[in-house]
């Protein structure tokens, strides 16, 4: 009762308020003061889990993809020197990074079971790398009826420089990245709206703004970081490119079609221009509450103003890889509608990559 138990109240009450353990002034402060609370969302504790597996088969899909572009492209360039930086792969090679990489994270995972790191780094893990990938890209060979084909040495000190890299660089920043579940969020009071969801009714009848991954109005505050995003954008320029023109390779050419191709300009065009619409998405999205397909026709006339400006650039330099001048309903063979499906087709898909990613949080230090 008020009044009766003033002497009698337990110091954490006292004051009208619960201390908690460890606040200032309260039992625990010493305690407290010696760990410091992290100075950003990167340097405190994972809050997910690693990626889950269906992630980490798109991924190394998607980045294998680049690396048969990248490969492709050099050696094209070395022997004949084209602006145009045309690459290839196709939706077989993905498959197979996808599930080679796959296995090879497993043997990396055993990298802390090795006596020697040095022994694992140059001879063990490359000797996994080169042996794995040369069986696949025989079986992928046999498959496709070519037989089988001779591995030079070249071939076999590219794939150990690639092995090296992915050791090195590629699997030690990649296994840092971390999933918060959907449950995960929605107990941390940050619900992720979904693309095109209504915005529940406040009070007086009007409707409020959905509410970013961050629980305010506005853009996610948390994520991964604006680079990794741009390349991460990049890379799946490439799988887009390299899945669209191998279908309509095989439409045009039957059986007879074996890969895709897609330039390394694609990937700055691709990257900064997904980059933008997901600026677009959060900002229409959280911060106006619009709708999918009041969405839509931003994103697509943007993407067809950003595809108009790259061309123009690099026609002038002799680089640009693509001419639509055959295609009905084009503009000075640079756009053309015959794409406006695809075009809004990737914008909606944007939308949910973008729902994805702002899950997703890379760890500098683990």
Known sequence: MAGSDTDGESPARRGGAARRPGAPGGR???????????????????????????????????????????????RRFARSPDLRMLGFSSPYRCLLHALTHFALEKVYLQKRRCPSALVFNFLLYP????????????????????????????????????????????LERFLRLRYRQRQRQQRLGAPPAPPGARAPAAAGGRRRRPRGPGGAEGTPSRGLPDLLRFLFFGMHGFLDEIFFTFFFNVLGQGDGATSGHTSLWSFLMYGSCSFVVEKLYFYLHYSRGWSTWKRVPIYVIFIYVWELSWGLGLRTCGACSWDYSHYPLNFMGLITLMYLPGWIFLSVYQDLLSNVLWRVQYLPTL
């Open 127 to 170: 000797s996994a790398h080169v042996g794995l990938q040369t069986l696949a890209g025989q079986a992928l060979l046999l498959s496709l009826g070519s037989g089988l084909g001779g591995t030079g040495a070249l071939d076999l000190a590219l794939q150990y420089v690639l092995a090296l890299y992915h050791s090195q660089v590629f």
């Open 28 to 74: 625990g402060s010493e305690a407290a003061a010696d760990r410091p609370e992290p100075l950003s969302t990167a340097e405190a504790p994972a809050e997910g889990a690693a990626l889950p597996a269906w992630m980490r088969l798109y991924f190394y899909g998607m980045h294998g993809i680049t690396l048969d572009v990248l490969v492709s492209s050099a």
